[in-house]
Nanobody
Framework: QVQLVESGGGLVQAGGSLRLSCAAS????????MGWYRQASGMQRELVAT???????NYLDSVKGRFTISRDNAKNTVSLQMNSLKPEDTAVYYC???????????????WGQGTQVTVSF
């Protein structure tokens, strides 16, 4: 079994910062790309940022220059540093990872349970 556990959400004023973390655990053989998605109330889930195992990153245009994704391959963790937060960043943030377990010859997409980020005016 594989689990992704997120932490670090909360309430912050506009202009403030938060750091989200996600740890993968279980019978992990290897991890491909890791990333963060978000879903605001009444909206579709959208990609916020991704990072490959080699460290290449990709960001949603609206968060470029404000958010930074990073990962620790040795610890199977991915983090999202969010600075200069805006009310429109308010959403449930989900961790995502492509993980191959010890028992499977393929990568499967895993999701965390989500963590609420609320940015007030």
């Amino acid at each position: 079994q594989v689990q992704l556990v997120e932490s670090g959400g909360g309430l912050v004023q506009a202009g403030g910062s938060l750091r989200l973390s996600c740890a993968a655990s279980g019978s992990i053989f290897s991890i491909n790309a890791m990333g963060w998605y978000r879903q605001a109330s009444g909206m579709q889930r959208e990609l916020v940022a991704t990072i490959t195992s080699g460290g290449s990153t990709n960001y949603l245009d609206s968060v470029k220059g404000r958010f930074t994704i990073s990962r620790d391959n040795a610890k199977n963790t991915v983090s999202l540093q969010m600075n200069s937060l805006k009310p429109e960043d308010t959403a449930v943030y989900y961790c995502n990872a492509g993980i191959r377990t010890s028992a499977a010859p393929y990568y499967f997409n895993y999701w965390g349970q989500g963590t609420q980020v609320t940015v007030s005016f």
